[in-house]
């Protein structure tokens, strides 16, 4: 069942930014920061780590994922370490995927150019 439930969830997900795309003129970058504010926005009513526990890893795929991570690690951390917890912990769950993308560009862009 938690196969169904996760692939529903992140269909979910990809329907609605399609039919955000096909609807108005946001780009997909405008696109992908709404997903991060809106997962960010749920985690801080504790809504996101129900979604996580009715879809499992569906919900920790999609974009929506990474905004619940930026704030959950923040908010964790700022009841340790104050205010200056609130930018260590953004970075503390985040930081793999954060330097991944940054070593992947980085190789891919040693072996393709980019078009006019």
């Given at each position: ?58 919900a920790?795929v ?15 951390k ?39």
């Amino acid at each position: 069942m938690i196969y169904l439930n996760a692939f529903i969830f992140c269909g979910f997900i990809c329907l609605i930014g399609q039919i955000i795309l096909d609807n108005t003129k946001l780009t997909p970058g405008h696109v992908t920061t709404l997903f991060v504010v809106i997962g960010a926005f749920l985690d801080i009513f504790d809504i996101y780590d129900k979604i996580i526990k009715w879809a499992g890893a569906g919900a920790m795929v999609p974009i929506t994922s990474f905004g619940h991570s930026l704030i959950h690690g923040a908010l964790d951390k700022a009841s340790d370490f104050g205010i200056y917890g609130l930018f260590l912990g953004m970075f503390d769950l985040t930081s793999t995927g954060i330097v991944a993308a940054i070593v992947f560009a980085f190789l891919l862009s040693l072996f393709f150019k980019p078009h006019d």
